[in-house]
């Protein structure tokens, strides 16, 4: 059985499916393997390395041949209905936002695993794509904000003077917040962050900064993620930042809710009282932003008293290492090939609690509640019209 990788269509994408390393692994479990050429050349893996691995390298990919195929973002329609029926795909689907995508699986009566939904529970960590993205998303925050910022990050004491350090604002500490805390701190700043989740002042204290205690509720949601909070309490959050931000040399916010809008944690007259030279990198750009005014991978320079700050919308955060986000990525994908195959046939066993949440379609059918009732939701506005 054949698996296949292509090269990412999207402008800007730089990460690869598979490594040479994964090849080899698909190789040895008795697969045969097919690369598009030029597939992992932005991420530092060339052509010749995937044919030493074991892939057959080839100019473009016969999709009606696939049995798997391994993607890093959402697949087309165009891709998804050029697959055979009960050929299988495993990658980001972003399943909230890419229902004509979903529906297209379904009717093709394609198996699609999406790695969004890989539930997160200890057996399934290797297989956790947006926790290993979102490690590669974190480390590039705050490299972003270094290269912006007109000042050092860390204590100098030099002969012609102290240069203190600089002060690190995290707001949402996941996995990329905790990331981008802990590279923050690497390099000799000054770090604090917030989060509404309960565990978070232990994890935030883990990576070497100071948790900032807002003494609100804590807001759990489920999965590791916080839950959306009410307009009343979100406005009580900001106000209480508002002193923090505007003590910081450079603000990071990371935090984001699956399947909804960024929360706003920062407004505009909170930007505007924060020092001139300052910095702020916005993770959750691409999901409407933490930061009011933020727009996916745009620079702004906002007037403040006395000078000026710097907004930057993130936008394919993980793609601005693509070397290390394809290896980590690659081995998500791998892992969960290695759960659904036996002896290279595709054999996924629905009864398993990782293979089961991972489903997005199967058979013609929705398996992944919320996107079959958003679809249905959809379906039924367009009737409408």
């Known amino acids: 059985m054949k698996i296949a990788v292509l090269r990412e269509p999207a402008v800007g994408e730089r990460r690869v499916a598979a490594t040479p390393e994964t090849v080899k692994q698909f190789v040895s479990s008795g697969f045969e393997v097919e690369v598009q050429s ?70 093709r009566k394609v198996t699609a695993f999406a790695l969004e939904l890989v539930p997160r529970i200890s057996r399934a960590q290797s297989m956790d794509a947006l926790t290993s993205q979102a490690l590669v998303a974190g480390y590039r925050c705050v490299l ?23 002060k690190v604002l995290v707001l949402g500490a996941g996995v990329a917040g905790l990331q981008a805390i802990a590279t923050a701190k690497r390099l000799g700043a000054k770090v604090y962050a917030n989060d509404v989740r309960a565990a978070s002042a232990e994890e935030v204290a883990s990576m070497g900064g100071t948790f900032i205690n807002l003494d609100l509720d804590a807001a759990d949601g489920g999965g590791g993620y916080a839950k959306e909070l009410g307009e009343d309490r979100a406005e009580t959050q900001r106000r209480l930042l508002s002193p923090h931000v505007a003590d910081s040399d450079i603000l990071i916010t990371t935090a984001a809710i699956p399947g909804r809008p ?32 933020s727009s996916p991978g745009e620079h702004r320079i906002i007037d403040v008293d006395g000078g000026s700050v710097t907004l930057v919308g993130m936008k394919d955060a993980a793609s601005g ?65």
Request: with cysteine; hydrophobic share 50%; net charge negative.
């Open 321 to 385: 290492a693509p070397y290390d986000a394809s290896r980590l990525f690659a081995k998500n994908v791998a892992n969960l090939v290695a759960l659904i195959s036996v002896d290279g046939s595709f054999v996924p066993d629905f009864d398993d609690e990782v293979v089961a949440g991972a489903c997005l379609t199967h058979d013609g059918e929705i398996r992944h509640e919320p996107s079959a009732t958003a679809l249905a939701d959809l379906d039924t506005k367009s009737g409408d019209k």
């Open 38 to 107: 030029n597939a992992g050349t932005a991420a530092g893996f060339a052509d010749s390395a995937f044919a030493a691995a074991g892939a057959k390298v080839v100019p473009s990919v016969g999709l009606a041949s696939v049995a798997l195929l391994a993607h890093v973002r959402p697949l087309s329609v165009e891709v998804i209905k050029a697959l055979s029926p009960g050929a299988v795909t495993v990658g980001l689907a972003s399943p909230a936002s890419e229902l004509s995508a979903t529906r297209a699986s379904r009717d």
């Open 262 to 293: 960024a929360p706003r944690l920062v407004t505009a007259a909170m930007v505007a009282a924060m020092k001139p030279g300052s910095v702020i990198i916005d993770l959750a750009a691409e999901s409407g932003g933490n930061v009011e005014g």
């Open 144 to 166: 972003e904000a270094a290269s912006l910022f007109p000042r050092f990050f860390p204590l100098l004491m030099t002969a012609a003077g102290t240069i203190p350090p600089a």
